[in-house]
């Protein structure tokens, strides 16, 4: 029997064991989508299936729809922060004499692939911000097109339009417009 979604949540913050089956199998996708993306050692399937399930309990208990955040996004987040938090676990557990140690900063550029540039303007975010900071920016910058992409990155470097005019070769004009449309798609505006 499929349940609404917030009676299902409702139920299982009753602690109705059948409730929270049926709303983890409409989220357990966001499980397999973060077990592809972050390796755990010596996690198998059934500790990723067991880890959601768990998490998607305590987020079903602690979850207020009149926050303005949907069950899903606020399970994806938790889950993330609840791997993170056995990643922590683990690392800590390996700092031996045989384990290396790798700065944060180095870690991230090997790791994450993000440009230097973004890691320099957000050094003072947790690493979970930075890797759902990452997430987004992904997203984001699928929506540009090549020519708004290089424009976005010299903005990002600190050059003014002029100079990415010359750098790109073209108008300052054509810089502005590029600009006007990533501002468009990212709801960013220059001050």
């Known amino acids: 029997m499929k349940l609404v979604l917030s009676e299902c949540i409702n139920r299982v913050k ?14 357990k996708p966001i499980v397999f ?21 768990i998490c998607c309990y305590l987020s079903a208990s602690s979850y207020e729809a009149d926050k303005g955040i949907s069950f899903g996004y606020y399970f994806k987040l938790n889950f993330i922060r609840r791997i993170f938090s056995v ?4 690392y800590a557990k390996k700092r031996n004499e045989s384990q290396p140690v790798e700065s944060l900063d180095s870690y991230l550029e090997t790791h994450y692939e993000l440009p230097v540039v973004f890691l320099k303007r957000s050094q003072n975010l947790v690493l979970e911000n930075q890797l759902i900071l990452k997430d987004e920016l992904e997203a984001t910058l699928e929506q540009f097109s090549p020519f708004e992409l290089d424009v976005f990155v010299k903005y990002l470097e600190g050059k003014e339009n002029e100079d990415i005019g010359s750098e790109l070769e073209c108008s300052v004009k054509q810089v502005k417009n590029a600009f006007d449309r990533i ?9």
């Not at 989508?33 to 399937?45: A, P, S």
């Not at 501002?183 to 001050?191: A, E």
């Open 33 to 53: 989508v973060l077990m592809n993306k972050y390796r755990i050692q010596e996690f198998d399937r059934n500790d990723w299936l067991q880890e959601g399930l």
């Open 183 to 191: 501002s468009q798609k990212t709801k960013i505006y220059r001050m």
């Open 87 to 90: 990643l922590r676990s683990q």
């Open 14 to 27: 009753e602690n109705d064991s059948d409730a929270l089956v049926d709303l983890y199998h409409q989220y």
